[in-house]
């Protein structure tokens, strides 16, 4: 009987299978949370307005060969600092004749780039550190906190700025440096939450059931904290774009010729006052990103937080 | 003599003796549980009555694992309990705790909470079993992959009791089990127990601070004040309305309902 429901075609049919209130199986029973998950993110328009920015930052990285009009990196002296709309340029052309636009694009992947390995380094470790401080408690807590204090002490770009320094100048040591500076408010919310969560009764069962710490922490700590502390990613997003994209600007990021929003916007501001277009255009880049990921953070808070009843 | 009471402590349960629980250091140290002693024989529910913050629920907490700071013995099954519990003490001994609300994992389905300590013990047939749980306790298999937020507050503590039975343990810990529910849920759910009790031959200790409740479920009682056992008996004592210590005498009164005169006479033990 409902294995006929469940293999209904159509969309009813899998409306049906994605909303049911009493599902049939584990998989189905994860499909029906992320859907009532999405259900609530796409209630709210300006979610769904960063959500969609992302994804064509998202699209633009992975399609940049076939969207640019012109190799990111081709110089042409003879048609340099062209305006935007003129022949060939959709955006105009930079200080050596580079098709502004196709850097735009291409640079979406260093962008990209530089926030996918912040997102699966910083905010890991920091989830690691401040489930376990807050779960273990005592000395452990102390020391582990304490060591999140050192890091938490320092401004985020000046230390980013010492790390490249030391490091010298890339992409790679412009991402350590901001994976570096960027893990303790993560550690510190985490922790927040574990606390609130360790005394709490379903925690006391399962210790009860004979469950080891490690068990605790990873099984039913952290799927709590996971929420806010991907909340806090999205929001901080904005900040990692504007950090890879300042070191870039200081021309401690990446390198030239790649193609890289804060550099570009640094050899644009000699020309700001006549040919502002260089450095406006991946300002606004960096602007809607930013803007994006702040949006749809906002729309996150709301769709995930463990305490609105759903 | 005291070779009688050392066998009558070997076949009990669970028995404890000279039990202090403390919490906190120095000035600020409360000391919950003072110099507690009963026994429970295998098969029985023993209620543990009084008011809030007399000390019930530490007790069982200290039982459980849960209070680390005790003193005294504390027997299950004649093997004396030492500071950490073991996985056999958790195949003996297992707790239904107060609010069902905050007892299950927000996150977790049905499945998952009941699967969990079948699959740290090892527990063979994990699916089958799930599925015969949920009937046991009275709920249908449409339950099994619901969320927490998806049930009444009497579905989800019949789940936390599946949960406790998921390990067949010999004796269940009721910590008010059903003081978070309406009225008619709370018979349902004191029936289920007393049901599964006749069915696994489980042993209760049953805190409350609901007479009519123990009356109902135990065999006999101690009632706690302050920290302290300030009498035991049993339920047939209880009914006939003879408790000889006087703070019974007031839980008693209490009970029958409010009564100005009997709120005027109010005492407190300490």
């Not at chain 1, 985020?156 to 010298?168: C, S």
């Not at chain 2, 409360?30 to 024989?41: E, G, N, Q």
């Not at chain 2, 063979?124 to 009937?135: M, P």
Request: glycine share 10%.
């Amino acid at each position: 009987m409902t294995h006929h429901a469940v293999s209904a075609p159509g969309h009813r049919g899998l409306h049906a299978w994605l909303t049911s209130d009493s599902p049939t199986s584990r998989l189905q029973a994860r499909c029906v949370q992320v859907y009532l998950g999405w259900l609530g993110l796409a209630r709210n328009p300006l979610a769904m307005l960063g959500l969609g920015i992302v994804v064509v930052l998202v699209l633009a990285a992975i399609f940049a060969p076939l969207l640019a009009p012109a190799d990111p990196i081709a110089q042409d002296l003879t048609r340099r600092l062209q305006p935007p709309g003129a022949p060939g340029f959709v955006l105009g052309s930079d200080e050596l004749g580079r098709d502004i636009l196709s850097r735009l694009l291409y640079g979406a992947r260093v962008t990209l780039y530089v926030v996918a390995l912040v997102v699966v380094t910083a905010p890991v470790f920091g989830l690691i550190i401040g489930t376990v401080a807050g779960y273990a408690g005592g000395w452990v807590d102390t020391v582990l906190m304490r060591f999140t204090d050192v890091f938490l002490a320092f401004p985020r770009l000046v230390l980013a700025l010492a790390f490249v320094a030391a490091l010298g100048p890339g992409i790679g040591n412009a991402v350590l440096a901001i994976a570096l500076t960027s893990w303790p408010p993560y550690a510190r919310i985490a922790r927040a939450e574990t606390l609130t969560i360790r005394n709490s009764d379903f925690i006391a069962a399962i210790r009860l059931q004979g469950a080891s710490p490690l068990r605790i922490v990873i099984g039913h700590v952290m799927p709590l904290c996971i929420s806010s502390v991907i909340v806090r990613v999205t929001l901080d997003m904005a900040g990692i774009i504007l950090t890879a994209a300042g070191l870039g600007f200081l021309g401690l990021g990446a390198q030239p010729p790649l193609p890289e929003w804060g550099a570009m916007i640094s050899t644009g501001r000699q020309f700001i006052l006549d040919q502002w277009w260089v450095a406006t255009v991946p300002g606004l880049a960096i602007f809607t990103v930013s803007l994006g990921f702040n949006l749809l953070g906002d729309g996150l808070r709301d769709a995930l937080d463990p305490r609105s009843g759903r | 003599m005291r070779a009688s009471s050392e066998i009558a402590l070997q076949q009990a349960a669970l028995a404890i003796e000279h039990l202090d629980v403390r919490f906190g250091k120095g000035d600020e140290m409360v000391h919950a549980v003072r110099d507690v002693s009963f026994a429970v024989d295998r098969g029985e529910s023993f209620g543990l009555v009084g008011e809030s913050g007399s000390g019930k629920s530490t007790v069982l907490r200290a039982i459980a694992g849960l209070a680390t700071d005790w003193t005294g013995r504390i027997a299950v099954e004649g093997q004396n309990l030492g500071p950490k519990r073991t996985a056999a003490f958790y195949e003996t001994v297992q707790m239904v705790f107060q609010d069902p609300y905050g007892s299950l994992h927000p996150r977790h389905t049905v499945d998952r909470t009941l699967g969990e300590p079948g699959r740290i013990h090892g527990v063979a047939d994990l699916d089958t079993r799930i599925v015969d749980l949920l009937r046991d306790v009275g709920l249908g298999p449409e339950f099994r992959f619901r969320y927490p937020h998806q049930l009444s507050g009497g579905q989800r503590q019949r789940v936390a009791i599946a949960r406790a039975l998921m390990l067949e343990p010999k004796i269940l810990l009721l910590d008010e089990p059903t003081s978070a529910l309406d009225v008619s849920v709370q018979a349902e759910i004191l029936n289920l127990l007393q049901r599964l009790k006749r069915e696994h031959g489980l042993t209760y200790v049953l805190v409350s601070h609901d007479l009519a409740v123990i009356a109902h479920m135990c065999d006999r009682l101690a009632v706690m004040n302050a920290g302290r056992v300030v009498e035991e008996m049993t339920v047939d004592q209880l009914r006939r309305s003879e408790p000889s210590h006087r703070y019974t005498q007031q839980l008693l009164k209490a009970s029958l309902g409010y009564d100005r005169a009997a709120v005027d006479a109010l005492e407190t033990f300490d």
